[in-house]
């Protein structure tokens, strides 16, 4: 069992108990509580918004140079990457998924804040072409206040996309995790307010808000201090964020659901395509944003290719996440299981065919946990719910293919466009393809890799905007023009 920290939340820079009602976080490998955390309440949200206006004001922190405000967040990812194992156990306890997906989770946040205090080190403002007797400049300033809110299926990964770039343009942040998931924010939120206190810096610049249902995002978004939104979540939400956003015009990115296809040709390599198709699906139990969990594979192959799939992921190991053996880990709560079983039974109704899956596991590994066997269901004509629906769970759904253009018209027949994977030894039809399917990130003979230097974003209803690469802190930042007059030539009406 990790060290649970105290119940305690970040508010204007300090650690204290939240007005807003209690979460009980629960660990959904056995179903235990973990924790009582005090959520914060709107009164909270509006302290600490009026606290981050003042600290980003204040001189310490808005005169910081780049490359000393750099300095911290270079210090920030130090001291994730020390606390590496620490930050793993916690998340495992609270959001159920393997030690090694959130080791690695750990340390791509601390990845996070080292490439960004790079990027910020390097970043210039130009000098633009004169067209007249002046200079012009581009330069980018801080916003004020960010809120940051985020889901539950990797709270420190994109905790650190979100607070990395947004404190490196000078901003303070009011981050906002999930009601299911907030320990690993709270920890991540006492590693930073340590290296802002240790710098003598204002510890308002970070705000670690938990809320329980809508209530503290909503108050974050509405906000009027809060000048930009940085969002990542389910496409409602996005979109009620959005509205609010465009009420108050201020910017917000929005990093929502997907339905991504995964693609097997004729000409595919079978054993990798085997095993990029089950790792893209049932990693993470299939609670993954970019999940490949439509599958389509060309007519020609379809029998071998999904009866040799479905021999191998019923050898899946399924059990908790603090085993080193466990490739499916418990979803992250009881709800959610249940809406995945809901989504599966749906299929059923509609005529699916579970070819493997379809139940909770038995046992006594499995008791009181919110488990689910990894699925797939075949027999469904792409408009049935569970080809359109985000499941979020590990649920795969197999549909064949006859040609190209039939593939196409199938994998875009989604009001999602997050990502894509092809499986194909023709190089050619790889890049046709790629550019062929609405989608923001494709991969081709890999699946769910992911690098902090890559833009990403989704089409259509899977977002708006574009986070990471070497751009990501420029998202958090306001473009000024300043024109410099260079000489005495009179303006037009000058006597
Ligand atoms: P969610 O939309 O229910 O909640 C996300 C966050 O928004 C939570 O912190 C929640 O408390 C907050 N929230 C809820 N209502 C709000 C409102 N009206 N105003 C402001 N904040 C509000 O999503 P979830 O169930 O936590 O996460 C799963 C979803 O996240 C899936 O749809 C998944 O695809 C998506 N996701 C997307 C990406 C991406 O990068 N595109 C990555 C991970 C997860």
Known sequence: MPRIPADEILIAGQWRLGGGLPIHTVDPADGTVLATVHAASPEDVNEAAHAAAAAAAAPEWRDLRPHRRARVLYRIGDLIEEHADDLAALQTADTGKTLAETRALALSAAGTFRYTAAALETAEEAI?????????????????????????????????????????????????????????????????HRVLTEEGLPTALLAVLPGKGRVVGDAIVRHPLVGRIGFTGGTATGRAIARAAADKLVPASLELGGKSPTIVREDADVEQALAGVMYGIFSSSGQSCIAGSRLFVHRSLYDSFVGELVERVRELRVGPGTDPGTQVAPLVHHAHRDAVAAAVDRALEEGGRVLCGGAAPEGERYAGGAYYLPTVIDSLPNSARVCQEEVFGPVLVALPYADEDELVALANDSVYGLACGIWTRDARAAWRLGRRIEAGTVWINTYKQFSISTPFGGMKDSGLGIEKGRDLIRAYQRQKSLYWGTDATPLPWAN
């Open 128 to 192: 633009t072409p004169s067209r007249g007797p002046y200079l012009t400049m581009s330069t980018y300033e801080a916003i004020g206040v960010v809120g940051a809110i985020n889901p539950w299926n990797s709270p420190i990964a994109s905790d650190a996309q979100k607070v990395a770039p947004a404190l490196g343009g000078g901003n303070a942040v009011l981050l906002k995790p999930a009601e299911w998931t907030p320990l690993v924010s709270l920890a991540f939120g006492r590693l930073v």
